[in-house]
């Protein structure tokens, strides 16, 4: 560790030089929004996109241990991961620090060597990761090491919350809660619930408030991806005196990141533990009785009683007795008429008086079933009506029949790309697709194999990847028939899908669906926002930005995540402003977000560029930004600029005092005249300047940068 520490002060003045071409921030100029998007539904940095240095107080130290346990403890694949806060606690203060590249070549940034509670100068890139603001360290053309600032003795006391200022309703956004976002907090006196196998749970406050505690900190994960040998989160019902950790948030809430053993503490009592719900039969005729199984057990005392409640058709709750020889407790819910719909919870209480209830979010979790008088479809499986996502027929066998509505599983467009996208559909509307699983399927057996059009019958089991449902374990596939025409796609409305979260119905009811969005812009072609691509962008028909996602099938267009897929004519670049008469595919769900995902080439109809176009048969021959035209404007203008050599382009609005607005082109671009359009519609009337820099991909060939005045009156 001493010689790895003397190395990093011997580059410390090396660092020194090459970030001192970047501008100093405070972690509130990153987080804190300007006016105009005070309220805004996860309002992006105003620096998003530029290349900074900040300091901060870090929380958590990116390796275990530098020299001799060099695992990570905050989990974000093989990159390195820190927290840092305000030094001097002010809110607004926290903030995400990431190396996407920990190699040798990049291990100059001596980030591994980086402890709790020092203050360090990190410099890096500004980008948005889903709903999280985050630094991405500096490491082309080469790595500009960490400056450690000085040592503090511990980290900061952490900030008391309640759930109350966290909170979150499902489906909507508390903007108030964002200043804490990256920040180092406690809540006191809470109740857990919906415990995970993974070490995930939840937190509540007995109030009708709660937050996900999040297992990023492998000191908090189950199993061998653990740090703590035999790890589990607390029981459900579990009263915690207090709970620590750093608020990050998702698009279905914010949630807490424990980071070192002892920030979850000592649950004060336990209730008894509520596991292995089932029913029986699984498939329920009218008037069939229904056997409804759990085990039931108490690790420091003894069960009391268990009941079951259930309720046929969203009316009033009847309750059950459970009975029990041993740990295994019993009910029978009576028979009922084709076509009710039945959920039902368990609750349990101790020689305590501790009271255990699961599911514990008995609005949107409860277990449930379907009377049927005929066999089960695809959309009796995947039919999921209160807000979970999981299907009644989870964690069972199943059989049912459909039309293979897409076989992308083996991209043959881009060399490397294999995603499983095996999808097949019955009939057409809601809840009528499913995804077949290549996983743990038996001998013999191959779904990359099925084809397009292909009726067939499948055997498997049912579970949730990722929050998708899917058809896993298959132990037979049926070919009834080939060539069957596929459903037509489903049209929605982009605002539909939105940015809603798992679980909402209005989107999940369209997982795995063949739909389509029509007459529909393109409003920004990477929707991560640079330096991140992860091959997807937003397209809006008026009523909301949708998520598309264009790496996982077989098509020639892209976002540019991959420079190299400039080197083929056949590929299609989808740019920021373009339009699409119609555009199709699968819905999916990752990353908290629903998106879909186009299959073919035919699934993009009518691509055009409407406010940024290439003009490539007049290649130019110098560097150049042209006026905006109209100027004056009022609200919006185009700007014209032309480039020689293709490059990295970089497109900026600023106001008179220098303050960056707006980024309006941040990606590599071929040679040719360009045209983007600015909409001032949020801006004041005056002067504002705007300024190009081009980074050549030819290094023989020098940068270009220019600055021109334009004037918005309105």
């Known amino acids: 560790m001493k010689i790895k520490i003397f190395l990093a002060y011997l580059l410390f003045w090396v660092g020194l030089t090459l970030a001192q071409d970047y501008p100093l921030v405070t972690i509130q100029d990153i987080q804190i929004p300007p006016d105009t998007l005070i309220g805004v539904t996860d309002p992006p940095s105003v620096l998003n996109g530029d290349t900074i240095r900040v300091q901060g107080l870090v929380l958590a130290r990116p390796v275990i241990d530098a020299d001799t346990a060099r695992r990570v403890i905050i989990s974000a694949g093989a990159r390195w991961v820190t927290y840092i806060q305000d030094p001097n606690g002010g809110l607004w203060g926290g903030l995400n620090v990431l190396q996407d590249d920990t190699l040798l070549a990049h291990q100059g940034t001596f980030f591994d060597l980086v402890d709790t509670a020092q203050v360090v100068e990190f410099t890096g890139v500004v980008t948005e990761f889903n709903t999280t603001t985050e630094i991405l360290l500096v490491l082309n053309p080469q790595p500009v090491p960490v400056q450690i600032v000085r040592q503090q003795t511990s980290r900061p006391a952490p900030i008391e919350l309640s759930l109350s200022d966290l909170f979150t309703v499902a489906g909507t956004y508390n ?28 937190i509540n406050d007995g109030l009708g408030h709660s937050a996900f505690i999040y297992n990023q900190s492998r000191y908090f994960k189950t199993g061998t991806a653990g740090e703590i040998p035999g790890y589990q989160p607390p029981l459900d019902g579990s009263y915690l005196s207090y709970l620590r950790g750093i608020v990050t948030t998702r698009t279905g809430g914010y949630y807490i990141v424990p980071v070192y053993p002892g920030d979850v503490g000592p649950a004060i009592t336990s209730p008894p533990i509520i596991s292995s719900i089932r029913r029986s039969p699984v498939e329920v005729n009218f008037n069939q009785d229904v056997t409804v199984t759990a085990k039931i057990t108490d690790i420091d005392g003894t069960v009391a009683s268990a009941k079951l409640f259930y309720r046929v058709n969203g009316g009033a709750r009847d309750s059950v007795v459970m009975s029990s020889p041993d740990t295994i407790y019993s009910a029978v819910i009576p028979g009922l008429p084709d076509s009710s719909l039945v959920d039902f919870y368990i609750t349990s209480t101790d020689n305590e008086g501790n009271l255990a209830i699961f599911p514990s979010d008995t609005t949107r979790s409860n277990y449930f079933y379907l009377v049927l008088n005929r066999p089960i479809t695809i959309k009796d499986v995947q039919y999921s009506p209160f807000g979970s996502g999981f299907s009644a027929f989870n964690n069972y066998r199943i059989i049912v029949s459909g039309v293979v509505t897409a076989d992308t599983a083996n991209s043959y467009n881009r060399a490397g790309n294999a995603t499983n996208r095996v999808i097949m559909q019955d009939g057409e509307g809601a809840w009528s697709g499913i995804w077949l699983n290549a996983l743990n399927v038996a001998a013999g057996l191959n779904v990359f194999n099925l084809n397009l059009g292909e009726n067939i019958t499948v055997s498997g089991l049912i579970a949730e990847d990722f929050d998708v449902t899917r058809i ?8 009834n028939s080939t060539g069957n025409p596929i459903p037509e796609a489903q049209i929605l409305q982009t605002g539909t899908i939105g940015t809603k979260a798992g679980g909402t119905v209005e989107a999940e009811q369209w997982e795995s669906v063949f739909v389509g969005f029509e007459n ?31 790496q996982d099938g077989n098509h020639f267009y892209h976002n540019v995540w991959d420079s190299t897929l400039f080197s083929n004519s056949n590929f299609i670049e989808i740019k920021q402003d373009g339009h699409l008469d119609k555009l199709t595919g699968i819905m999916y769900y990752s990353f908290s977000n629903y998106k879909l995902v186009p299959r073919y080439n035919s699934d993009f109809v009518g691509y055009t560029i409407v406010g940024v176009n290439d003009n490539q048969n007049e290649m130019p021959v110098n560097y150049s930004l042209s006026q905006n035209y109209p100027n004056p404007f009022n609200p919006s203008t185009t700007i014209s600029y032309a480039i020689p050599n293709s490059g990295n382009v970089v ?38 300047f705007y300024s190009i820099q081009v980074y050549p991909a030819n290094s023989g060939v020098d940068n270009f940068t220019k600055v021109k005045k334009m004037v918005l009156l309105k």
Not at 522 to 544: Q, T
Not at 653 to 682: C, E, M, P, R, W
């Open 472 to 479: 896993d374990s298959i132990t037979a596939i049926t070919f």
């Open 175 to 202: 903007f108030d809660a964002e200043k804490y976002e990256g920040m180092f907090v406690i809540f006191r006196n809470i109740i857990t619930s919906d415990r995970a196998s993974n070490g995930n749970f939840k």
């Open 651 to 688: 497109l900026k609005i600023y106001n008179v005092l220098g303050q960056q607005l707006k980024t309006l082109i941040n990606q590599f671009q071929s040679a040719g005249t360009h045209k983007v359009s600015f909409d001032a519609s949020s801006l004041s009337s005056g002067v504002y």
């Open 520 to 550: 529909v812009s393109v409003p920004d072609a990477n929707a991560d926002g640079p330096p991140s691509n992860f091959g997807e962008l937003f397209i809006n028909d008026g009523s909301g930005n949708t998520r598309v996602e264009l």
